[in-house]
């Protein structure tokens, strides 16, 4: 059964840290290119960040650029969101998604393209 389980959200103050992870199964990761998703109650989801198949390509949204760095560890099949400097509206619900990759550079952040969605991990940044 193809599965994506994120974890490492949580309570977080202003200018902290966190890692989320988003590990898989079911299914061969290389094949797939990632992104993360957030999404505020009340609010569309919106791409956070892609990274391609190969871990070649990645993008970012531009209020996270320079703060957040998307990773992936095939071996492992999990891909990472590693947060820096959080901010109270990075606060949100986050998903990984995989889309099926028809190329090795293939990166997007559009929710209509995914395929598969894990159920999201809460990060909230507060003091």
């Not at 490492?8 to 989320?20: D, E, F, H, T």
């Not at 998604?97 to 929710?111: E, Y």
């Amino acid at each position: 059964q193809l599965q994506l389980v994120e974890s490492g959200g949580g309570l977080v103050q202003p200018g902290g840290s966190l890692r989320l992870s988003c590990a898989t199964s079911g299914f061969t990761l290389s094949y797939y290119m990632i992104a993360w998703f957030r999404q505020d109650p009340g609010k569309e989801r919106e791409g956070v960040s892609c990274i391609s198949a190969s871990g070649s390509s990645t993008h970012y949204k531009e209020d996270v650029k320079g703060r957040f760095t998307i990773s992936r560890d095939n071996v492992k099949s999990t891909v990472y969101l590693q947060m820096n400097s959080l901010k109270p509206e990075d606060s949100a619900f986050y998903y990984c998604a995989a889309a099926v990759a028809s190329s090795q550079a293939m990166c997007l952040m559009s929710s209509n393209g995914m395929h598969y969605w894990g159920k999201g991990t809460l990060v909230t940044v507060a003091s």
